[in-house]
Nanobody, 115 residues
Framework: QVQLVESGGGLVQPGGSLRLSCAAS????????MGWYRQAPGKQRELVAT??????NYADSVKGRFTISRANAKNTVYLQMNSLKPEDTAVYYC??????????WGQGTQVTVSS
């Protein structure tokens, strides 16, 4: 079994920063990709950013503000969020795409951007 544990959410003022972390543990052979998704109230879950061994991908709405990175030795992915806007308010979910092709989700962490 595989567990994803997220941390780092919270309340921040517009223009502020937060860093999310997600650590994967358990029966992991290899990681194809890891990423972050978010779901705002009344909206569908959407992709924020993903990272593989060779590339990163971002939603247009976060390009230039968010940075995804990975610590391979720790099976951990990070999301550095800068210049946060109220529209970034959502529950953020970590996703891991593990060998052979199984997806796992974290429990979610709330990010609220408000003055």
């Amino acid at each position: 079994q595989v567990q994803l544990v997220e941390s780092g959410g919270g309340l921040v003022q517009p223009g502020g920063s937060l860093r999310l972390s997600c650590a994967a543990s358990g029966s992991i052979i290899s990681i194809n990709a890891m990423g972050w998704y978010r779901q705002a109230p009344g909206k569908q879950r959407e992709l924020v950013a993903t990272i593989t061994s060779g590339s990163t991908n971002y939603a247009d709405s976060v390009k230039g503000r968010f940075t995804i990175s990975r610590a391979n030795a720790k099976n951990t992915v990070y999301l550095q969020m800068n210049s946060l806007k109220p529209e970034d308010t959502a529950v953020y979910y970590c996703n891991a795409d593990l060998f052979p092709r199984v997806h796992y989700w974290g429990q979610g962490t709330q990010v609220t951007v408000s003055s």
